[in-house]
C-alpha cells in the first residue's frame, strides 16, 4: 500500500489562481516527518518544507502555505497567487522516525502547469 | 557551502557494460540514499546508508546493482551488466540524523544514465 498518496497526477492553472496540491500519508508512528519537494523542468530536486507530527500549526512561507491535519492525515500544499515559475512537479514524502530505518516515502507527484 | 554532488552528469553505456556512478553527500550528513527516477515518474528508493549500521538495501531491484559508502563520505553505485530498463536518472540524497530527528533530505543533480 502507498504511504503516500497524491491523487493529483496533472493541474492547470492560469497564472494569478491559487491552487492547492494534495497529499495524504499513511502511518502507524506517532513521531513522523512530512516533507515537500519541487522538481523545476531543470530537474534538481529543491526542499521546501518539513513538518513533525507533532507539530499541527500551519505554516505560510511567501505564496506558499502548508495545511497539516493528523485527523484527516492530509498535508496539503497551496500556492497563492500562482506564477509561471511554479510550474514544477511536487513531491510529497513521509519519513517514520519509530520504523527501522530512516526510508523517505516519496509520493508520485503532482506536475503543475502554470499557464501565463 | 557545497551541496551533494554527483558525477558524471551523463552516462551513456552499451547494454552489457558496467557503470559505477558517485555521490558526494554534504560534510557532516550521516545519512545518504540513492533513488532511481525513471522519465516521467516518481522517486524510487535504492538503497540507504546510515553512519556505520548496516544499509538498507531493500530497494535495489536486482543483484546486478551494489552501492558502497566509506564512513561518511562519497558512495558509489554500481550497476553491472547494464540493461536498457536501468535507463533513468539516478539522485543521491543526504540529510542529518541526529539524536533520532530526521532532518529534510538534500538532493544532487542526478546521474541521467543511457543504455543503448
Known amino acids: 500500500a502507498q504511504k503516500v498518496t497524491q491523487a493529483q497526477t496533472e493541474i492547470s492553472v492560469v497564472e494569478k489562481e491559487d491552487v492547492t496540491l494534495d497529499c495524504v500519508y499513511e502511518?502507524?508512528?506517532?513521531?513522523?516527518?512530512l516533507f515537500w519537494y519541487k522538481q523545476p523542468p531543470s530537474g534538481e530536486l529543491v526542499f521546501l518544507i518539513r513538518?513533525?507530527?507533532?507539530?499541527?500549526q500551519n505554516e505560510i512561507s511567501g505564496r506558499y502555505s502548508w495545511n497539516f491535519q493528523k485527523s484527516t492525515s492530509s498535508f496539503n500544499f497551496t500556492i497563492t497567487a500562482s506564477q509561471v515559475v511554479d510550474s514544477a512537479v511536487y513531491f510529497c514524502?513521509?519519513?517514520?522516525?519509530?520504523?527501522?530505518?530512516?526510508?523517505?516515502?516519496f509520493g508520485t507527484g503532482t506536475s503543475l502547469t502554470v499557464i501565463p | 557551502g557545497a551541496g551533494v554532488s554527483q558525477s558524471p552528469s551523463n552516462k551513456v553505456t552499451e547494454k552489457g557494460k558496467d557503470v559505477e556512478l558517485r555521490c558526494d553527500p554534504i560534510?557532516?550528513?550521516?545519512?545518504l540514499y540513492w533513488y532511481r527516477q525513471r522519465l516521467g515518474q516518481g522517486l524510487e528508493f535504492l538503497i540507504y546508508?546510515?553512519?556505520?549500521?548496516?544499509?538498507?538495501k531493500s530497494g535495489l531491484p536486482s543483484d546486478r546493482f551494489s552501492a558502497e559508502r566509506t564512513g561518511e563520505s562519497v558512495s558509489t553505485l554500481t550497476i553491472q551488466r547494464t540493461q536498457q530498463e536501468d535507463s533513468a536518472v539516478y539522485l543521491c540524497?543526504?540529510?542529518?540524523?541526529?539524536?533520532?530527528?530526521?532532518?529534510?533530505?538534500?538532493f544532487g543533480p542526478g546521474t541521467r544514465l543511457t543504455v543503448t
Open positions: 540524497a543526504s540529510s542529518l540524523i541526529v539524536a533520532s530527528l530526521t532532518y529534510e533530505q538534500y
Open positions: 502511518t502507524r508512528d506517532t513521531t513522523y516527518y
Open positions: 513538518r513533525n507530527s507533532f507539530d499541527e
Open positions: 514524502a513521509l519519513s517514520e522516525a519509530e520504523s527501522p530505518g530512516n526510508q523517505f516515502y
Open positions: 560534510s557532516g550528513h550521516t545519512a
Open positions: 546508508f546510515q553512519g556505520n549500521s548496516a544499509p538498507d
